[in-house]
């Protein structure tokens, strides 16, 4: 917590380009003494960019994670004039806002989440984080080293008020985003294998499953970073389970679900050095 406070701090007081300095030699650390998340990097990088990756491809790749990491001091901080934001897809957003329905946003480690607290500054979204516990616990104490006033904005699933509290929420107009590219092993949720990038690789349906018990429109939701201070903030229509039977509830999921990794596919060939996910996604190695 106090090494959390001291980045803090050096980073509001030196100022975003001083302090981006020292992510240089950070991310050429992890390309030369960090093996697994190397593979990994190499292994995505080969399918996004349709060719053999290099080792400047590796470095631009854990620099933009590092970039973005540190702007979340900044996003967290509501230091939003720093970044020059483009918005795609908020008429969509709009929309739902003026029935009064809240919104069931779905990312991944792709980008920036952070960056949609900007919606929340300019059109009064308030967002609440679902998270598994352990991630949640880690969060929220980050939170609280950077902007105590948003330790609340955080739900940790797997507790027995979770879905009535995302309920509640959703019932007000609130919004909750939620990453759907990641299972966790002890939540007991299942997953199905989609089509990525050529292969299969396996995808959580619990966040699907929990939206359409909801009822919940869904919109997928990304903060490409482009290099910079540029970040492109865009959204896309997955799927509507107001109107969705019993019946109908599994199919309905699965083609969200097929949507969603579409949508992710398409954003990762058209901005790979987004993808956080250093392992591999594609579980080539488990037994």
Not at 185 to 202: C, I, N, R
């Amino acid at each position: 917590m106090a090494v959390m406070r001291l980045m803090r701090w050096l980073s509001l007081h030196l100022g975003r380009r001083v302090s981006r300095c020292i992510l240089y030699p950070i991310a050429a650390y992890f390309v030369l003494f960090a093996p697994s998340a190397k593979r990994a990097s190499k292994q995505f990088l080969n399918r996004a960019l349709g060719r053999e990756a290099w080792i400047a491809d590796g470095f631009h790749h854990v620099l933009s994670f590092a970039s973005v990491v540190h702007d979340r001091i900044y996003w967290l901080s509501d230091c939003h004039d720093l970044f020059d934001i483009q918005i795609t897809g908020d008429d969509l957003l709009e929309q739902y806002q003026r029935t009064g329905r809240g919104v069931v946003f779905m990312g991944g480690h792709f980008g920036s989440f952070e960056a949609l607290r900007v919606l929340g500054v300019r059109n009064g979204l308030d967002v609440r984080m679902l998270m598994y516990p352990d991630n949640a616990r880690m969060v929220t104490q980050t939170l609280a080293a950077i902007n105590p006033a948003l330790a609340d904005s955080v739900i940790a699933l797997g507790r027995s008020d979770a879905v009535l509290r995302v309920r509640d929420h959703l019932t007000t107009g609130g919004c909750v985003g939620i990453l759907a590219d990641r299972s966790v092993a002890d939540a007991q949720e299942g997953t199905d294998h989609v089509e990525f990038l050529g292969s299969p690789a396996p995808f959580p349906t619990g966040p699907f499953r929990l939206a359409a018990l909801l009822r919940a429109p869904v919109v997928f939701m990304a903060g490409v970073y482009l290099g910079g201070n540029r970040y492109h903030l865009r959204f896309d229509a997955i799927a509507d389970f107001q109107n969705v039977d019993a019946a109908e509830r599994s199919q309905a999921m699965t083609n969200a679900q097929r949507r969603y990794v579409e949508i992710l596919e398409a954003q990762c060939v058209d901005a790979p050095w987004n993808w956080f996910n250093f392992y591999d996604f594609w579980a080539n190695d488990a037994p």
